[in-house]
Nanobody
Framework: QVQLVESGGGLVQPGGSLRLSCTTSGFTFSRYAMTWYRQAPGKERESVASITTGGSTNYADSVKGRFTLSRDNAKNTMYLQMNNLKPEDTAVYYC?????????????WGQGTQVTVSS
């Protein structure tokens, strides 16, 4: 079965950096697009960055120029390098992949990793 495991979160000061990892199993990683989402307390889950099978990336405006998404198909792992972190980046970050579309879409999620940006 599809399994997604996030790691790399933690407490960091404003301006600091973290690298999140999403290690996957149970499917052919190289064949599927992947996305990072985040959810801050009291807010809806939002898409942060996505990557296609070919490595093309797309970012939310709030993280452009600060976050870099990459994937290593040999390791079945996706990475999110986060630089110049801000307090508003504080959230639980989730790894996501999906199958199908519309009403037939099935989403798969990891358990999440907490990122806290605070002085």
């Amino acid at each position: 079965q599809v399994q997604l495991v996030e790691s790399g979160g933690g407490l960091v000061q404003p301006g600091g950096s973290l690298r999140l990892s999403c290690t996957t199993s149970g499917f052919t990683f190289s064949r599927y697009a992947m996305t990072w989402y985040r959810q801050a307390p009291g807010k809806e889950r939002e898409s942060v960055a996505s990557i296609t099978t070919g490595g093309s990336t797309n970012y939310a405006d709030s993280v452009k120029g600060r976050f870099t998404l990459s994937r290593d198909n040999a390791k079945n792992t996706m990475y999110l390098q986060m630089n110049n972190l801000k307090p508003e980046d504080t959230a639980v970050y989730y790894c996501n992949t999906w199958r199908g579309s519309g009403t037939n879409r099935v989403d798969y999620w990891g358990q999440g990793t907490q990122v806290t940006v605070s002085s």
